[in-house]
């Protein structure tokens, strides 16, 4: 099956900076990675996704990239806002089978 | 409520009792997933269902019985449960599993006694 695995697993950077979490997984068949943010006390939400079929995506502030060849891809944060403090969860997917989650990166803003 | 709830929000129970937990979602999907979340595991999945059939089990112990009657309900049976098993536990529903996004319950905090 597939493994998920994420890095750092705790972020520290100054507000104004930039922030980057990066995924590794393990199964050549998965083509879809989405990303999600748990604030404290929170649910996890969707922030944001890409398929296989594209290399980067963005969405305003966010964006991801993605490198099927080495296997791996990366949540980028730019101009971090304190309210971009939170756990942030990767994963990956193959076809219809589970989603399989990485375990996690908490990502704490200085103001 | 729209979405996907779970009650009760919280329940301390102690290793002897038995009691349920719910999960409903009100989206018209047809997976739900059952999540453990603890400091050691940020995200752990327990069970998954696709059209009430259940696709996953995580190695997951006995002394967790998952039910699943139809595609909005979800529940998680527990008895005779350990100190370990305290923990938050999240329920997800999605369209499919696969490449789908997942919509969490605000989870139900359990603590064992």
């Known amino acids: 099956g597939e493994n998920v695995e994420q890095h750092p697993s705790t ?5 104004g900076d930039s922030a980057v979490i990066k995924c590794t997984y393990s199964d050549s068949a998965s083509n879809y990675f989405p990303w999600y943010k748990q604030e404290l006390g929170k649910r996890p939400q969707l922030i944001i996704d890409i398929r296989s079929n594209v290399g980067e995506k963005k969405d305003q502030r966010i ?3 993605l490198n099927k060849t080495a296997k791996h891809f990366s949540l980028h944060i730019t101009e971090t806002q304190p309210e971009d403090s ?3 969860f990767c994963a990956g997917s193959g076809g219809y089978q589970k989603v399989t989650f990485g375990t996690g990166t908490k990502l704490q803003v200085i103001p | 409520e729209t979405g996907v709830t779970q009650t009760p929000r919280h329940l301390v129970m102690g290793m002897t009792n038995k009691k349920s937990l719910k999960c409903e979602q009100h989206l018209g999907h047809n997976a739900m997933y059952w999540y ?7 995200l752990e999945l327990m069970f998954v269902y696709n059209f009430k059939e259940q ?3 995580n190695s997951v112990p006995s002394r967790f019985s998952p039910e699943c009657p139809n595609s ?8 005779t ?7 938050l536990y999240l329920c997800a529903s999605s369209q499919g599993t696969g490449p789908y996004e997942q919509y969490f319950g605000p989870g139900t905090r359990l603590t064992v006694t």
């Open chain 1, 11 to 15: 972020l520290s950077v100054q507000e």
């Open chain 2, 55 to 57: 696709t996953e089990n």
């Open chain 2, 36 to 42: 453990k979340q603890s400091a050691k595991k940020p």
């Open chain 1, 86 to 88: 939170a756990v942030y």
């Open chain 1, 63 to 65: 964006a991801v990239t």
């Open chain 2, 81 to 87: 449960l350990q100190p370990e098993d305290s923990a």
């Open chain 2, 72 to 79: 909005s309900h979800l529940f998680l049976h527990l008895h």
